[in-house]
């Protein structure tokens, strides 16, 4: 809780977007993680999913904490999880979407715009299977729970700072 501006406690705001489509296999993993995110987060989030990075625009405005759960292709083993906090210090954000414009664009639009939440955190998955369908690859289906603990560890680190 932080004071508002007529001296009355607000509740800090949480964002929790899934970015990817299910219809293009491992794509699907950002809003598989974000739903189930919503089941085991100690506080009520604002979850769905996100197509196009374009479209948090709007959706996280005003947030305290955005987390970004996307498919992400960097050469790395299927199915690992990285954290990668777009505001911090040593972030490297060119490399965490599949998307067209990418997670660090929209980002410095938001600034721009100066509606951009206070902190930006991506949990990416390492992506196998990006063709047409539905169903996860094995390894990224298995690396679900973990990409969902990292999402609610990170809302509880924002929750003890508050």
Not at 15 to 24: F, I, K, Q, T
Request: proline letters at 7%; one cysteine or more; a negative charge.
């Amino acid at each position: 809780m932080v004071p508002g501006p007529d001296g009355e406690r607000k509740a800090r705001r949480v964002v929790v977007a899934g970015m990817g489509n299910e219809y293009r296999r491992d794509d699907g993993a950002g809003p598989a993680v974000a739903a189930r995110s919503a089941d085991e987060a100690p506080i009520t989030i604002d979850v769905g999913p996100v197509v196009d990075p374009l479209d948090l625009l709007g959706r996280w405005d005003g947030a305290e904490l955005a987390i970004v759960i996307d498919a992400m292709r960097s050469g790395a083993t299927p199915g690992t999880v990285r954290v990668v906090d777009l505001t911090g210090p040593s972030s490297s954000p060119d490399a965490t979407s599949t998307h067209g414009i990418g997670l660090a664009g929209v980002l410095r639009l938001a600034q721009a715009l100066d509606q951009a939440p206070a902190r930006v955190v991506v949990v990416g998955i390492e992506g196998e299977d990006f063709g047409r369908g539905t169903g996860l690859s094995p390894a990224v289906d298995a690396a679900l729970p973990a990409a969902v603990r990292r999402v609610v560890e990170l809302i509880k680190e924002f929750q003890a700072c508050a």
